[in-house]
């Protein structure tokens, strides 16, 4: 362990800064950015942030990037406790992951042993233990149906997630009974993870709407882009919009061109992504709404003098919600993939019960708390998200009709 955390697995502040001071100077990392800001740098970003971590790529370049890790350990605002809409949705991609193994991933054409399978952004569990366990079960049936048991492999999971995401509680949990060898992958997808041609399976799910920083524009007072009184792009003028998705797809063609290095041919990725249809607004985007509702609640807490909104200019969510039109573009600028399959899925419509504002937003509090107390402090974040869990029972209608889109893409890659 590197410091004090506590009982949810997070570092007290100053702790947090002594060690994010160490991250970010070790004197072989100072060395490596030296010799590679010679070279082409692909990212920059703030330095100041305790969270800030230095990834090298298989070019050299160091690239700066933002880390925001879900809430760590096993209290009542832990990820491991306020994951289940995620839950939900690897549940109910199940079968359309299997499909895809028996239908399209060609276990004839690897003669390695072992099967190497990644998950990209795990977090801490228990999603990513349920999802591996999916995947080493159908590639296991595919190579029994191919008439291979003698040549049945072994499997080594590697699970991946930024150097601050709680790996303690991720690797104390895994499952006892589990078919395959663990390691732990710290670094950004958003760069190189593995060795070239080395992964036979890769997977992702709720991870890749995270964008590597904020687009810098948003904080340009002299910008058509400065995002003033927003923290998203949800209901902001279209150049705020179309810096979110300029930084989306500069990070999509690092991150897909990462995986098509590593990934054996005829090797498969399967991600599971927050989206919108194409063509609709992101206000009518349950997931954006309620970035807005966020948003409004922040400006509520302005407007009674608890933060300053100078803060709320400052601050916006390095989050991006594609549309299916934008990832197949972007997939297919990449000659060595191809798309097998993609479509959205509606996973929220076969959830028991109308909208809980209160469940959503300890669900959305696991996720952001972090990024929320590292900019507002945290002072402010239990009125945040109680005004949030009023907030979304107050919009729940609009919430609801806009679940009925569908709103995660699911989608099957494959290496040529
Ligand atoms: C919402 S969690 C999803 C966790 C898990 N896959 C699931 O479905 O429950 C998103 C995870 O992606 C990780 N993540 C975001 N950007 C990343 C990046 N560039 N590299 C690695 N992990 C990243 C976050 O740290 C976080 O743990």
Known sequence: MLGQVNNEGRLDPKERHEIGT????????RCLYRASIKKRIKHTAHLGSPQTQRVISNDDAATMQQSFPMNGGDGPHSYRNNSHFQRQDINVSRTMIEEAIAKKLDVKCFSSNPFRLADLGCSVGPNTFIAMQ??????????????????MPEFQVFFNDHVGND??????????????????????????????????????????????KVPEELLDKNSPAW????????SGPEEVSHAYAAQFE????????????????????????????NGIPASQNPY???????????????KEGLISEAQVDSFNLPI????????????EKNECLTIERMELVDSRSKLVGPINGKECAMC??????????????SGIIDQLFDRLSKQIMESSHQLESGNKEGTLLFVVVRRK
């Open 288 to 302: 954006c709404v309620m970035f807005d509702l966020l948003g409004a609640s922040l400006m509520d807490m302005a």
């Open 134 to 151: 999916h995947i080493v079960e159908a590639v296991e049936r595919k190579y029994l149906a191919q008439g291979l048991k003698s040549e």
């Open 250 to 277: 500069h990070d999509m063609e690092i991150f897909l061109s990462a995986r098509a290095k590593e990934l054996v041919v005829g090797g498969m990725i399967v991600f599971l992504i927050p989206a919108l249809p």
């Open 227 to 234: 995002n003033r009184g927003r923290i998203h792009y949800t």
């Open 167 to 212: 790996f303690n509680t991720l690797f104390a949990s895994l499952p006892t009974e589990r078919r395959y060898f663990a390691c732990g992958v710290p670094g950004s997808f958003h760069g190189r993870l593995f060795p070239e041609s080395s992964i036979h399976f890769m997977f992702s799910s709720h991870a890749l709407h995270w964008l590597s």
């Open 22 to 29: 160490r991250v970010r100077r070790p004197l072989f990392m």
């Open 364 to 377: 959305l509090r696991a996720g952001l708390e972090g990024i929320f107390t590292q900019h507002f402090g």
């Open 320 to 331: 991006h919600v594609a549309s299916p039109e934008q990832m197949t573009e972007m997939v």
